[in-house]
């Protein structure tokens, strides 16, 4: 079994920025593609960003040319930066894990961390 840590959440205000980090540690061979999910209060959990081993990414139309996905391999962990955030953008995100890209974009990944709160204040 791998575990997934966040951390990075917070208040911000609109326009902010913030940076999300997702720890990999347990059975991590068997993790190769990660990324980011989200829920706001009455929606459903929807795909932030999702990147694979060989860093090819995969973003949602809302946060394209504002969120950026990024992994570092050496410290199992991978990362959203967050620019010009929106109210729209206050969700609790959950990090996913999984051995296929197209699971994790798909949304069924093995693994999910416990969410970290973001809230953008207007």
């Known amino acids: 079994q791998a575990r997934l840590v966040e951390s990075g959440g917070g208040l911000v205000q609109a326009g902010g920025s913030l940076r999300l980090s997702c720890a990999a540690s347990?059975?991590?061979?068997?993790?190769?593609?990660m990324g980011w999910y989200r829920q706001a209060p009455g929606k459903q959990r929807e795909l932030v960003a999702a990147?694979?081993?060989?860093?090819?990414?995969n973003y949602a139309d809302s946060v394209k040319g504002r969120f950026t996905i990024s992994r570092d391999d050496a410290k199992n962990t991978v990362y959203l930066q967050m620019s010009s955030l929106k109210p729209e953008d206050t969700a609790v995100y959950y990090c996913?894990?999984?051995?296929?890209?197209?699971?994790?974009?798909?949304?069924?990944?093995?693994?999910w961390g416990q969410g970290t709160q973001v809230t953008v204040s207007s």
């Open positions: 996913a894990a999984d051995a296929s890209f197209p699971v994790v974009v798909r949304g069924t990944p093995d693994y």
């Open positions: 347990g059975s991590i061979f068997s993790i190769s593609a």
């Open positions: 990147i694979s081993r060989g860093s090819a990414t």
